[in-house]
């Protein structure tokens, strides 16, 4: 269809990063069931949450960006793709706590963009005294924003070849 | 008219890689390939690199067009020429590689059948997403939904899946959602095809409709006949590069040449490998439509000439062309020799060259292709003439409809079927006629001719014979042997055809005096004592009745009305015909002729007059004339002309007299169109019906159209053109000053005079033209002009076979 008809490009990952939102939401849902059955109250750090989904929502779309694109050129990238995701699941802190990783290796850590967000769920889920690691949240997040406008740039200047190359 | 795409030296370049295999760059293989190439270098420093061949492709090379909203552009060109890279640019959905595109306004483009379309989503549900990728709102489509499906004609399957459809219906699905789309540019590539004919005729109309919307539509076609009859300019491509962009039918006729490359509408052979034997030899065969134009592409209305070249080689022998037609379909559509002239047929040949013409009619082959299987022989033996040249395929041409109206198609936008395509007369029933009529239909009724017996002898009353009609009418009774009786004035202009050719010299008597002198008219009737009547005398100029309208409705209507007091305390008058004007009828300003049976009426004092005369008629002839056995007719007929007219503020006696001062004619108003006729037609219309009226009396008193062929009606600047050219000497330009009204369209139906009376117009307009400055040369020579105008009424006649 890209090839027969005209439309805005960015609309294709855009929409498979908004699909996928909507499945976070229902997690959310769930999230909240637990929070209910658990008997657990949340505090005013809840508040920060919609900056976080922010930064998840910009590390997707930066990184689909990319892979779209190159995948164009590139048809077999989308092998990697499960690869790296795989890869990154073990680097994140999804089955550990950020705390246990040594000071020294920290920063080289928060080079990783999930850091940062899933850091931010925690913090601003949990409460309590869970702490953020400023400067490696920071490193985090301006990682995102940079794979994502670089990822943007990349996509608008390829797309112009897309239908040629499909 | 802004332009609305603009396209400026765009070029659209692909890479062609031939050393690959795969279809696709991976980047296992680009790893690869980088490895092998540095550790090719490492090993084999000094050997040459083979790259993978790229080969450059431009798709399409600098091309540049506008167009402007509204217009319909065509694109044709041969396959692999660039078109759908030129669709897809102009739809965005690649860019160029260098030049620019701009376009104003929504596009809609179909280049492909379906697109968007899920296959397993129902027809329903996919119009709503081919809608929105097409762009139109959740809300337009709503409103559209309907309208969409009825044009589509899938009420029936809106809920099965459209993987289900065929090939029509998805066309069809497709097509009705772009169309509803209400886009300012329609971008269509070439996938009408799939549909069937009714529903190709529905989508021309509908695009037709789009551009009377001021839709810009873009067609992409190899067919020749969807492009003459949707679009209004072509555009061609090839390999890549603008060919032509014109009007369609310049384009039309560049890519047949393009196209059909071996076949011509010419062929010329070298004498020596001339086809042929030692008898006769075929040196060139040509097919033209319009003289020395070249092309193949011809008007479907107009004539084709096939043109045969050739060289008799031996004396004594009857020699015949003949061709026989192929249309594409590689049917034989007709056979023609030359056996059908009648001046040559079985005559034997000297040796030489010859040329002979076959004329094919125009409105009679339908639009298509055509070739020609040229012959010669010779025809000593009906059952097998010996064949001297016999060459299939010598040449072909193209016959086209531009849609302009005047052919068999008419408005008719589809497919239309027929292996010929003539125009035939129909006749849509006889109920117009009276019944009384139709019974003369198998008399049969001659032509007025000088040895027509009938009005040899007879009596006639003429008012109006120092008149221009009046003077011709009273000649042409003379010379069959009439005894004329006139009254009239004395004639209204000083130079006069009355004087000028001696009208009066072979009349029996000419009363000069007023037909409002009611007194006088029917004493110089009851002293004629006439069998036939013609009634002429009138008021005739339009622009004079503006100046004296009073007089002119005493003389027009007060003046007929005593001729017809006269006639009915006569007796022994057995027909009058009385002659009004074509102006009588009511003008709608149609652009069709008009019938007896139409309202009188009349802007003008003249016109009215005729009209209020035309009532008269009637009525005389309802109360007195036909219980007295009195045919009473009236004639109505065009704007005459012919030499001896010297009135004022005609057009053609303004015309000479402007060529003999040397001065420029000032037209009045050039676009007028009227019913020109040279002044014998009518005359000889009346002659034919006084003769009725006087042997088969009422069936024949009612009104009469004589005017000319249709295709004489012709503006007043058409005449003046002709002129011009026939004598250089003629200058004219427009009349800026504000003229008093005169009617825009004139024209008259004769079909009544053509059915029941069997007259037909016989001179042409170009003919009654040249024949009035003949007349007008003879008098200016100081000829006879009495024996030019016997000379020209003789050469009227039919049985001299004249044109």
């Known amino acids: 269809m890209i090839s027969k008809v005209y439309f805005p490009r960015l609309v294709v990952p855009a929409s498979a990063v908004i699909v996928s939102f909507v499945d976070f939401l229902i997690s959310g849902v769930i999230l909240v069931g637990l929070m209910v059955w658990y008997g657990f109250a949340p505090n005013l750090r809840m508040l920060a949450l919609p900056i976080f989904i922010f930064v998840a929502f910009a590390a997707a779309m930066g990184a689909g960006l990319w892979i779209a694109a190159l995948n164009v050129k590139y048809r077999d990238f989308r092998i990697v793709v499960p690869f790296v995701v795989q890869f990154g699941l073990y680097i994140s802190p999804v089955g550990f706590s950020s705390n246990i990783v040594p000071e020294q290796w920290r920063l080289l850590y928060s080079l990783n963009p999930m850091v940062g967000v899933i850091d931010g769920f925690r913090w601003a889920i949990l409460g309590g005294d869970t702490r953020l690691y400023w400067p490696g949240f920071l490193l985090s997040v301006s990682l995102v924003l940079v794979i994502l406008i670089t990822g943007i740039i990349y996509f608008r200047t390829t797309e112009k070849t897309f239908a040629d190359v499909i | 008219m802004s332009s609305v795409i603009r396209v400026e030296n765009l070029s659209k370049k692909y890479i062609i890689d031939h050393q690959k295999q795969e279809r696709y760059t991976t980047l296992r293989d680009v790893l690869a390939n980088g490895v092998k190439r540095r550790l090719g270098k490492l090993l084999h420093p000094s050997a040459r690199q083979k790259d993978a061949e790229h080969e450059e492709f431009w798709a399409l090379k600098e091309v540049s067009f506008d167009i402007q909203q509204g217009d319909r552009v065509g694109i044709i060109s041969r396959n692999g020429a660039g078109k759908s890279t030129l669709l897809k640019v102009l739809s965005r959905i690649t860019e160029p590689t260098s030049g620019r595109v701009s376009i104003k306004g929504r596009v809609a483009s179909l280049l492909e059948v379906g697109t968007g379309f899920h296959p397993e989503l129902t027809g329903r549900e996919n119009i709503f997403l081919n809608g929105a990728i097409l762009g139109m709102s959740k809300a337009e489509i709503k409103n559209k939904f309907d309208e969409i499906v009825s044009f589509a004609e899938v009420e029936k399957f809106l809920d099965t899946p459209v993987k289900r459809y065929s090939s029509g219906m998805y066309v069809r699905l497709a097509f009705a959602v772009a169309a509803h789309l209400e886009p300012e540019i329609l971008i269509v590539d070439e996938v009408l095809a799939v549909g069937d004919a009714g529903f190709q005729n529905k989508c021309f109309k509908k695009m037709g409709e789009f551009g009377g919307r001021g839709v810009t539509v873009l067609v992409v076609s190899h067919n020749i006949s969807v492009i003459t009859r949707l679009c209004n300019r072509g555009i061609i491509l090839q390999s890549g590069r603008l060919d032509f962009d014109g009007t369609v039918l310049d384009a039309v006729n560049r890519y047949s040449e393009i196209a059909s490359g071996d076949i011509r509408p010419y062929k010329i052979w070298a004498e020596p490998a001339a086809p042929g034997n030692e008898v006769v030899r075929l040196l060139s065969i040509k097919a033209y439509s319009v003289a020395n134009e070249q092309g193949d592409v011809f008007d479907i209305r107009r004539p084709v000439t096939i043109e045969f070249s050739y060289r008799v080689c031996q004396s004594g022998k009857t020699i015949n062309p003949a061709f026989f037609l192929y249309n594409q379909d590689n049917i034989i559509v007709f056979i023609s020799g030359g056996m059908h002239d009648p001046e040559w047929a079985g005559r034997q040949r000297q040796a030489g060259l010859y040329t002979s013409r076959c004329i094919i009619p125009g409105n009679f082959l339908a639009e298509g292709t055509y070739s020609i299987q040229a012959i010669i022989n010779t025809m000593d033996n009906i059952k097998s003439p010996t064949v001297h040249v016999n060459e299939k395929d010598t040449i072909g041409f193209k016959i086209y409809d531009p849609l302009e109206g005047g052919s068999a198609r008419g408005e008719h936008r589809g497919a239309y079927y027929g292996v010929v395509r003539p125009i035939l007369e129909w006749d849509i029933g006889l109920a117009f006629f009276s019944t009384q009529a139709r019974k003369t239909m198998t008399t049969t009724i001659n032509y007025p001719q000088s040895t027509n017996t009938f009005f040899k002898g007879k009596k006639v009353f003429l008012t109006g014979h120092t008149g221009f009609k009046g003077g011709w009418l009273s000649l042409w009774l003379q010379s069959m042997g009439a005894e004329v009786h006139g009254y009239a004035l004395n004639p209204p202009t000083e130079t006069n055809i009355f004087s000028v050719a001696e009208v009066n010299k072979g009349m029996a008597s000419s009363v000069i005096a007023d037909i409002r002198d009611a007194g006088k008219l029917s004493q110089a009737m009851k002293s004629a004592g006439p069998e036939i009547i013609f009634h002429m005398a009138a008021q005739p100029l339009v622009r004079y009745s503006y100046a004296h309208p009073a007089e002119t409705y005493e003389v027009n209507v007060m003046g ?75 004639a109505r007929a065009g704007n005459v002309i012919g030499g001896g007219d010297w009135a004022a503020d005609r057009l053609i006696p303004d015309l000479l007299r402007a060529m003999d001062a040397g001065e420029t004619l000032k037209v009045r108003s050039p676009d007028s169109i009227r019913p020109w006729q040279h002044v014998l037609e009518p005359l000889s219309g009346y002659l034919m019906l006084a003769e009725q009226l006087y042997s088969d009396g009422a069936s024949f008193a009612e009104a009469w159209n004589f005017g000319p062929a249709d295709e004489d009606a012709r503006p007043v600047k058409w005449i003046v053109e002709r002129m011009a050219e026939m004598r250089k000497d003629v200058k004219w330009q427009c009349d800026e000053t504000p003229q008093p009204h005169e009617a825009n369209y004139l024209k008259l139906d004769s079909s009544k005079a053509h059915r029941l009376l069997n007259w037909q117009p016989r001179w042409r307009l170009q003919t009654a033209l040249q024949k009035t400055l003949e007349w007008h040369g003879a008098w200016r020579k100081d000829e006879d002009m009495r024996a030019v105008t016997l000379a020209q009424i003789a050469a009227y006649q039919p049985e001299k076979q004249n044109s």
Do not use: Q
């Open chain 2, 560 to 634: 007929t009305v005593n001729l017809f007091e006269a006639v009915r305390t006569m007796s022994g008058v057995k027909a009058v015909v009385n002659v009004t004007s074509d102006k009588c009828y009511e003008n709608h300003e149609w652009e069709r002729g008009y019938r007896e049976n139409e309202a009188m009426g009349g802007f003008d004092p003249y016109s009215s007059s005729k009209g209020c005369a035309e009532l008269v008629t009637a009525a005389y002839r309802r109360s007195f004339l036909d219980p007295a056995g009195i045919a009473l007719a009236s």
